[in-house]
């Protein structure tokens, strides 16, 4: 039995690291990989990369940004799983045996799928003009990233804390419908105290909103991209806001507390707003410099990132393969040289306990979870707007857990 905790954290290889992802969360993840007590897997999210992005040039290219910058960031690969999606063929096999035991239902609740859902109909469309298989299925890819090491925590936003409850219904369903503990049932570490960076234009820092300052710009592109940072109209010697302003929440996310009650101080003497960005161009170039350094020469030499993520594949599937073997097995993928399963098995199978439907209220909304004859948790969701829409959810979970080996 493992007594380290498992930590594991993807990063989807469709864009360039810009500030924003270094402190929300390369610099977070890196620090955090030096705990003893936690054994780290961090991957490149190849596979859910293809679901918005169809260049494959700028895949590849991703990946190659992304894993240079988590290097000379100072992550160890020798003291942590470091590997690239695509290279751990049990995921995408896991994902199809997740796939058969996942009720559409679930799916069709998924914060992303509705969204997109919800856009098209907002114009006119076909609820799902435009929508790929992949972004339907995305959930269960990502429940398989995380089982398939058994990962007792994931850190994530608040906005990602439906993908976490998913995996951990995904899981504790195959669990129940084929009699074992086969899967550690995930919990979103919810990151309350990491940074969230401004953009240029005053919203959060997104590709989304093209309002990025790359992490790895040269010094006088990165002093230009500060120096376009929008100001309000307050001139020099006028107080300033440092609660209001965007400088000042990037300048807070990388200086010492001594430094940013400096800059508090200044802006209630009334900072020029040239002199205030030349300060956070400063304080954030100290930082990066040396880190560039060893990024440019990374990124230069591809082959050694490429046996990088080879051998942390390779280390990693010593983890995978075991567990997936066992899931063929388990699932009936077996040789016809193997003993069928015993009539003793196929009875205790047939004799599953009764299922209870319960609906609670969970803070301002309705959620449901489903109890076995001994009272254990089966399935749990949240998020209904009625206890009606919460009680139909749960019968049409304990229908999907009642229906394995029905015809389709």
């Not at 850190?155 to 419908?177: L, S, T």
């Not at 009875?347 to 979870?369: I, M």
Request: aromatic share 8%.
């Amino acid at each position: 039995m493992n007594s380290k905790r498992r930590v594991l954290t993807g990063i989807t290889t469709s864009g360039t690291p810009h500030l924003g992802n270094y402190v929300g969360a390369i610099r977070p993840a890196i620090a955090a990989s030096r705990d003893a007590g936690v054994e780290s897997f961090y991957f490149l999210a190849d596979y859910h990369a293809l679901v918005k992005c169809d260049d494959p040039a700028r895949v590849q290219r991703s990946t190659l940004e992304i894993a240079a910058s988590w290097l000379a960031c100072g992550l160890d690969p020798e003291k942590v799983y470091f590997y690239r999606q695509s290279d751990i063929p049990e995921i995408p096999e896991l994902t199809w045996l997740l796939t058969c035991v996942t009720a559409k239902g679930l799916l069709n609740r998924a914060h992303a799928y509705k969204a997109a859902n919800d856009a098209n109909r907002a114009i006119g469309e076909d609820a799902d003009a435009g929508i790929n298989a992949g972004l339907y299925m995305y959930p269960v890819l990502m429940a398989a990233d995380i089982l398939i090491f058994n990962a007792n925590q994931v850190p994530v936003g608040r906005d990602q804390i439906q993908h976490i409850e998913m995996a951990r219904d995904i899981g504790q369903r195959f669990n129940h419908i084929y009699g074992g503990e086969y899967f550690a049932l995930p919990e979103a570490a919810i990151e309350e105290n990491v940074a969230t960076l401004p953009g240029l234009d005053g919203r959060k820092m997104s590709k989304s909103y093209n309002n990025t300052i790359p992490l790895w710009l040269p010094e006088q592109d990165l002093r230009k991209a500060l120096l376009g940072i929008v100001t309000d109209s307050l001139t020099p010697g006028e107080p300033k806001n440092p609660d209001d302003s965007n400088i000042f929440a990037i300048y807070q996310a990388f200086a010492s507390a001594d430094e940013t009650a400096a800059m508090r101080r200044a802006f209630a003497d009334g900072i020029g707003w040239g002199d205030a960005k030349q300060k956070l161009f400063e304080r954030i170039n100290a930082e990066l410099a040396p880190l560039r350094e060893k990024y440019e020469a990374l990124i230069a030499k591809p082959g050694e990132i490429e046996d990088a993520l080879l051998a942390g594949a390779s280390k990693a599937r010593a983890l995978s393969r075991p567990l997936i073997t066992r899931l063929r097995a388990v699932a009936g993928l077996r040789s016809l040289r193997d003993a069928p399963a015993t009539a003793t098995a196929t009875k205790a199978r047939a004799e599953k306990p009764a299922l209870q439907p319960v609906v609670f209220r969970d803070a301002d909304a309705f959620a449901f979870k489903v109890l076995d004859a001994k009272k254990t948790v089966l399935v749990t969701q949240g998020g209904f707007t009625d206890p009606k829409a919460a009680m139909a959810a749960a019968r049409e979970a304990m229908e999907n857990m009642t229906s394995v080996g029905r015809p389709v």
